[in-house]
């Protein structure tokens, strides 16, 4: 079985251009997440989706950062425009249930010149 | 105060020794604990889930304690390869926003 694929692995773009990161969750897992690491600091949440719905966005930085789930299956992160903080490994996880174990994809690597 | 607090590293030991990791949490609401580890420049993986009874898996053994708000991990017997930065894990109340402790590095050396 497949676990959470996530597209691009990495990502470098320059200050004020638009990039989307995209994740692939475990089939038939309901619960998507979506972290960020920033150098140097622990792993941040940024929001939860349950199937298409957003059920916890509280961790997104800010309006620039746009998070979808059409349909419940992939979801896409957008950051638009981007600025050079938001530099950083951008992780997404799946899960079976609401509090069950999650699991990661590889990360986007992003870098903003 | 952080909502996760792990010890800080890095703990260097020799192979075959056993090493304890502890980790305490903030919300009294939390409903889920979980150990996962990450390599350098990996994503984070599962390695246990923690229950109040405790749970062992081989040669690790994951303890909560829910009226401490503390969880532990140790591991017997050390490896090389588990070598690794291991990271406490909480869902929040109602499994809501994931907090991560920023992570104890371990070393196990020849």
């Known amino acids: 079985e497949a676990g959470v694929t996530q597209f691009p692995s990495h990502s470098v773009i320059e200050k004020g251009q638009t990039v989307t990161l995209r994740c692939d969750p475990i089939?038939?897992?309901?619960?998507l997440y979506w972290y960020r690491r920033v150098m140097g600091k622990e792993i941040k949440f940024l929001l939860h989706?349950?199937?298409?719905?957003?059920?916890?966005e509280s961790g997104m930085p800010n309006n620039r950062f746009l998070a979808e789930r059409t349909g419940g299956t992939y979801s896409t992160l957008k950051v638009q425009p981007a600025e050079l903080e938001d530099s950083g490994v951008y992780f997404c996880?799946?899960?079976?249930?609401?509090?069950?174990?999650?699991?990661f994809g590889a990360g986007t690597r992003l870098s903003v010149l | 105060r952080k909502e996760v607090e792990q010890d800080p590293g890095p703990f260097n030991v020799p192979e075959g020794a056993t090493v304890a990791f502890n980790c305490t949490y903030s919300?009294?609401?939390?409903?889920?604990f979980f150990w996962y580890r990450q390599d350098c420049r990996k994503e984070p993986k599962l390695l246990m889930s923690?229950?109040?009874s405790g749970n062992e898996d081989g040669r690790f053994t994951a303890q909560l304690n829910r009226a401490s708000q503390y969880i532990s991990l140790l591991i017997r017997d050390s490896k090389l390869s588990d070598s690794a930065t291991y990271l406490c894990?909480?869902?929040?109340?109602?499994?809501?926003?994931?907090?991560f402790g920023a992570g104890t590095r371990l070393f196990v050396k020849a």
């Open positions: 996880a799946s899960s079976l249930r609401t509090e069950g174990s999650q699991y």
């Open positions: 089939s038939g897992h309901d619960n």
């Open positions: 989706f349950v199937k298409e719905s957003k059920q916890d």
């Open positions: 919300n009294s609401a939390s409903q889920s």
């Open positions: 923690v229950y109040s």
């Open positions: 894990v909480v869902n929040g109340a109602g499994g809501f926003k994931t907090i």
